[in-house]
């Protein structure tokens, strides 16, 4: 099984400042089709998760264009670049490479510091 | 809208059984594969089990196999888990999502395994 894992595993950021997480593999996410099935997930506090970035980089709809995805291989990142209050939760990477099974890492929590 | 809506949730004691159902609309249900995630209180995402589209491919947890069944009706655009033989450790709350990449999750459905 592919293990995911997150750093840090909390995030205290100032408003109006830029956040980043790390996510890594425990092998290579690159499919044999050639695509890179890595996903980042925000859950705010009280709420379902909802996908914010797919296939490392693909924003989904509705994701504002502070979120941004980068990374190859089994070294990824998420930034966030300048926090807002609505940003507060937990964040999830998650791979759908190499199933199954779909594996997630254990979650940031980001605050506001 | 893309929409999934869970329900079924419950009380059951250990050993007991539940059917969890989810209600897609939105989106051509037939061309999706589906799944189910759950959490836990207090811990983070784990994914349960996964369906393609017509069925024939089934995958789940090691925790669960066995004892959960996925399935689905395209006719009625629902997804559906049966799960039997329920242990302490399956309390969560549980998620439909649409696709093998989990585009799109509902608000889930409380499942609590307590005698």
């Known amino acids: 099984d592919v293990v995911m894992t997150q750093s840090p595993l909390s995030l205290p950021v100032t408003l109006g400042q830029p956040a980043s997480i790390s996510c890594r593999s425990s092998?290579?996410?690159?499919?044999?089709?050639?695509?890179?099935?890595l996903n980042w997930f925000q859950q705010r506090p009280g709420q379902s998760p909802r996908r914010l970035i797919y296939?490392?980089?693909k924003r989904d709809s509705g994701v504002p264009d502070r979120f941004s995805g980068s990374g190859s291989g089994t070294d990824f990142t998420l930034k966030i670049s300048r926090l807002e209050a609505e940003d507060v939760g937990v964040y999830y990477c998650?791979?759908?490479?190499?199933?199954?099974?779909?594996?997630f890492g254990q979650g940031t929590k980001v605050e506001i510091k | 809208d893309v929409q999934v809506v869970e329900s079924g949730g419950g009380l059951v004691q250990p050993g007991g059984s539940l059917r969890l159902s989810c209600a897609a609309s939105?989106?051509?249900?037939?061309?999706?594969?589906m799944t189910w995630a759950r959490q836990a209180p207090g811990k983070g995402l784990e994914w349960v089990a996964n369906?393609?589209?017509?069925?024939?491919?089934?995958y789940y947890v090691d925790s669960v196999k066995g004892r959960f069944t996925i399935s689905r009706d395209n006719a009625k655009n629902s997804l559906y888990l049966q799960m039997n033989s329920l242990r302490a450790e399956d309390t969560a709350v549980y998620y439909c999502?649409?696709?093998?990449?989990?585009?799109?999750w509902g608000q889930g459905t409380l499942v609590t395994v307590s005698s």
């Open positions: 999502a649409r696709g093998r990449e989990f585009a799109y």
């Open positions: 369906i393609n589209q017509d069925g024939s491919e089934k």
């Open positions: 092998q290579s996410l690159v499919s044999s089709d050639g695509n890179t099935y």
């Open positions: 939105g989106f051509t249900f037939s061309s999706y594969w």
């Open positions: 296939r490392v980089s």
């Open positions: 998650m791979q759908a490479t190499h199933w199954p099974p779909w594996t």
